[in-house]
C-alpha cells in the first residue's frame, strides 16, 4: 500500500495557546493582573484608614465621615459600569491605562488637601473610585484573551483573593507610617509603575480582530506564545460581522437573531 504523506493538522493561535505551556510573556501579563488587583484593593481600603487617623485632629462628624467613605464606593460601581464599555470601543489595554492614570493622579492630588479639608478629599475620591473600579473589570479579560482557555477561571478568582489582601496591605501600610495620613495617601501613588509596565504588553487581540486588524491581533497572540508572527496560528472568523456591536439591550434581549449579536472570537470571556 502505497505511503501517503501526512499533512500537518492546521491550529489556530488560539488553539495553540491552548495547547502550550505558558511563557514568560503570558506569566509577565499573570503578574500584571496580580499587582493590578492588588493596588486596586489597597486603595478601595486606603480611604477608610485614611478617615480613621484623621478624626481627632480634624474634628470630623459622623456625617463627615460617612460622605469621604460613601464617595468612593458609590463612584467605584459608577467606575466598573462605564469602564466596560469604554474598553469595547477603545481597547482594553488602553482602557486599562487609564483607569490606573486616573485614580494614581486624583490619589496624588489629595496631598494637596488643606488642614480640614474634607470635602476636598471627598470630591476627589468620587474620581478616585471611578478609576479604581474600572481597574478589575477591564484588566481580568484583558489577561484572559492571552492565557489558555482552562486558566480563565482561575485568573477570575484572583479577583476576590485580593479583597482580604489589600486590607491587610492597608492595615500594615497604617501601622508603619503611624499617624501620618499623608505618607499613607503617597503609598497609594505607587501603582503608577504599572503604566510603565502597561507600555511593553500589546492590546487585546479580540479589540483588534473585532476593529478589523487581524494582523494586530495574530501579532499580540505570537508576542504570548513568544513566536515569530509567521509561526502563530490563523485567528478563527468571527462569528458575525465587525461592524455590529451590541449594547446592554443586546446583552438582554434574549430572541436577538444571530446576525444582530455582537461580533466576539471564541476565547473572548466578557464583551
Known sequence: MPHRPHSPVPHTAYEQIDAAPLTSNQKSLIALLAVGNLSEFFDM?????????LIEPWNLTGFEEGTLLACSGLATVLGAVAWGRIADSIGRRRALFWCILTFVSFTALTLLTPERGWVMIAVLRVSVGMGVGGLNITSIPYVQEFVPSTHRGLLAGLGSVFIPLGLVLGSVSQKVVDDNWRLLILLGCLPAVLLIWLRVVPESPRFHQVAGHENRARASLAWALELPLDEAGELPAPRCS????????GIFWRHCPPTRRACSSPRSSSS
Open 242 to 249: 465587525p461592524s455590529v456591536h451590541s449594547g446592554l439591550r
Open 45 to 53: 481600603f486606603l480611604i477608610g484608614f485614611v478617615v480613621a487617623l
